[in-house]
């Protein structure tokens, strides 16, 4: 069958750096989406990887190793508005999208 | 309208009625997804379309029914609701299959 893991829930500082992990083994992979969702919003893009190595984008970066079927998101400078929860997503063999259930991030003052 | 909308953002249903969600968008996207998240569990695709005119099955479509009639809206139809149909129902489109899936705001539907 089909598995992405993430840690359920993780809790952080303000100002603090964050990293969340994902696993993930899929029938095929054809890339690997980082989405936010806020409590109660609809999910948001943050990130794409399909090729090995870090993609950095403002204080958010995004790392994939295809070979260990691993990625992280990395969350630099967290404010409290980084209070959510992030999706980690995997295109399989047919193209689908299959989905982690997400970690939800908890930033103290 | 900017990106995609969903109604009704929420809404009540006693068990055995019909419902259609509805789902436009425009940004001329081809391929469109109607998803539902549950507590705890990820988001789980119910039907998909990667072009106007064709609709696929998801991971859970039992109990769900879709149509792509034109590019901007694809409604969900629940045909005789049952209580394990209660959920967050959100719809997606993306430029291509493989490209980034952009959300619709969400409705929740409580089936009592």
């Known amino acids: 069958g089909q598995n992405i893991d993430q840690p359920t829930e993780m809790t952080a500082t303000e100002g603090a750096i964050v990293q969340i992990n994902c696993t993930y083994q899929t029938s095929g992979f054809n890339g690997l989406f980082w989405y936010q969702q806020h409590a109660g919003e609809a999910p948001t893009f943050l990130s794409y990887?399909?090729l090995d190595g870090l993609e950095e984008k403002g204080r958010f970066s995004s790392f994939l190793s295809r070979s260990k079927g691993y990625s992280y998101l990395l969350l630099k400078e967290l404010q409290m508005k980084d209070s959510a929860s992030y999706l980690c997503a995997v295109t399989d063999s047919n193209y689908q999208l299959i989905w982690g259930a997400g970690t939800k991030l908890i930033i103290k003052p | 309208i900017a990106g995609i909308t969903q109604a009704p953002t929420s809404q009540i249903l006693a068990a055995g009625r019909r419902m259609t969600l509805r789902c436009t968008q425009d940004m001329r996207h081809n391929a469109m997804y109607w998803y539902r998240q549950d507590l705890g569990l990820g988001l789980r695709l119910i039907h998909y379309s990667n072009t106007a005119g064709t609709t696929g099955k998801g991971e859970v479509p039992d109990g769900y029914s879709v149509s792509r009639a034109n590019t901007d809206d694809f409604p969900l139809t629940l045909a005789s609701a049952v209580p394990s149909q209660t959920s967050v129902y959100f719809c997606?489109?993306?430029?291509?299959?493989?490209?980034?899936?952009?959300f619709g705001p969400g409705t929740r539907l409580t089936v009592l």
């Open positions: 990887n399909v």
């Open positions: 997606a489109s993306s430029p291509g299959t493989t490209d980034t899936q952009y």
